[in-house]
């Protein structure tokens, strides 16, 4: 796995993490057979460094939180960085506090980083913000962020804070998803925050690009692994590609450990424009 360093996480984390948007069965199912697949993916995803998990109390009503609950046990937890996020109807104070410590109880540990899923105006941001900020003083959440978020929002929330700062922000991006490319990824890189890049591979649709099979060839790579090679590049970029089946995750953690030629990352840039 490569690394990499953010100032405001004062920390290292892996340079590709795992999403969790719809792995399980959810809770309304009875069939256990999705989850277990899910879990010994996340399983295997950490074995091979990808230690990093993003989910949220909104996905599978919570049970995305118990999945990963379910697979993260019994590794050592230092070296783990669960991300979760509040949904945005839950953005009044007592109602952060109150998701923050449901969603602890269904990991079964403190969550590193908790981000505001989306921004609201049912609340003041500053509402939010300072009860993120309560979280981290308490001890149950490590550092805050937000997600689908400006430059200006960030700012904005970025006001509202004094013990601690924004840390890392979740937008979508991809190579045919570029709305941040000049804005939200150069102000965090400039800040020292991380990028969280969501739905990084479109749905997996990656995989049939004929520009990115005409590279990955060149390689011995696969397109989803060059797609994600070419985000990852891009600092401070983290894509969190979802993954429920074991092969997927396999494939994904070879996206790592290597990297693409400048000309060739510049010629796929160009391709997708
Ligand atoms: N903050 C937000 O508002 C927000 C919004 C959307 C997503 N997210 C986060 O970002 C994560 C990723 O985004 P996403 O789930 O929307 O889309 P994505 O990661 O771009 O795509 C996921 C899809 O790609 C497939 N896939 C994964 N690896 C593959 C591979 N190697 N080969 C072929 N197909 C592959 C998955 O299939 P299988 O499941 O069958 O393996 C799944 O159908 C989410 O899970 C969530 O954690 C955040």
Redo the contacts with the bound molecule.
């Keep these: 796995m490569e690394y990499k360093y953010f100032k405001k996480l004062g920390r290292e984390v892996p340079a590709l993490g795992a999403?969790?948007?719809?792995?399980g069965g959810g809770y309304w199912s009875k069939d256990t057979s999705e989850d277990k697949e899910a879990i010994l993916?996340l399983r295997t995803g950490i074995e091979l460094g990808i230690t990093l998990i993003?989910?949220?109390e909104m996905?599978g009503a919570g049970h995305a939180e118990e999945i990963v609950g379910e697979a993260i046990k019994g590794f050592d937890r230092e070296k783990l960085f669960i991300v979760t996020?509040v949904w945005q109807t839950h953005a009044k104070k007592e109602d952060v506090i109150k998701s923050a410590e449901a969603s602890s109880k269904r990991l079964g540990t403190y969550i590193d980083l908790y981000?505001l899923?989306?921004p609201t105006s049912d609340v003041p941001l500053c509402e939010t913000m300072k009860a993120m900020e309560e979280l981290v003083k308490k001890g149950l959440v490590k550092n805050i962020g937000v997600?689908?978020f400006s430059v200006e929002l960030i700012e904005d929330a970025r006001s509202c804070l004094s013990i601690t700062d924004i840390a890392a922000v979740?937008n979508?991006f991809?190579l045919s998803y570029r709305n941040d490319e000049e804005s939200v990824i150069p102000y965090a890189r400039k800040e020292g925050m991380m990028y969280m890049a969501?739905?990084?591979?479109?749905?997996?649709s990656v995989?049939n690009n004929r520009i990115l099979k005409q590279v990955a060839s060149k390689y011995g790579k696969?397109p989803?692994q060059v797609a994600l090679n070419w985000l990852i590049m891009i600092e401070p970029v983290v894509p969190?590609?979802?993954?429920?089946?074991v092969?997927?995750?396999k494939?994904?953690a070879g996206s790592v450990g290597w990297k693409l030629s400048k000309e060739d990352w510049d010629f796929i840039k160009r391709s997708f424009h």
């Design positions: 999403g969790t948007w719809g792995i993916t993003d989910t949220a996905y996020k981000l899923h989306w997600s689908n979740q979508r991809s969501y739905t990084p591979i479109d749905k997996g995989a696969t989803i969190i590609p979802k993954a429920s089946k092969e997927h995750i494939e994904n």
